[in-house]
């Protein structure tokens, strides 16, 4: 079993910052590839960034020059950096695994649970 644990999310003020965390655990054998997906109320979850282990990063348009993804495969940590925030940022953060599972030896995407990101005007 793997288990992904987010951390990070909270309240703050347009032109504020926070970093989030994703942590996971159990039955891991490599990380392909870790990613961050936002939903905000009433609207579809969109990929906020990505990256590949040791390979290119991406960013959605809306966060480009404000968030950074980076990974800590050691850790099996993603985390998202994310600056100048905006009120149009605010959502529920999700992190996303692309790992090869050391039990089943299979391939297969695993979520998080969501951390609430509120940027107040």
């Known amino acids: 079993q793997v288990q992904l644990v987010e951390s990070g999310g909270g309240l703050v003020q347009a032109g504020g910052s926070l970093r989030l965390s994703c942590a996971a655990s159990?039955?891991?054998?490599?990380?392909?590839?870790m990613a961050w997906y936002r939903q905000a109320a009433g609207k579809q979850r969109e990929l906020v960034a990505g990256i590949i282990s040791g390979g290119p990063t991406n960013y959605a348009d809306s966060v480009k020059g404000r968030f950074t993804i980076s990974g800590d495969n050691a850790k099996n940590t993603v985390y998202l950096q994310m600056n100048s925030l905006k009120p149009e940022d605010t959502a529920v953060y999700y992190c996303?695994?692309?790992?090869?599972?050391?039990?089943?030896?299979?391939?297969?995407?695993?979520w998080g649970q969501g951390t609430q990101v509120t940027v107040s005007s």
């Open positions: 996303n695994l692309d790992l090869i599972n050391r039990d089943l030896q299979r391939r297969s995407d695993y």
């Open positions: 159990g039955s891991i054998f490599s990380i392909c590839a």
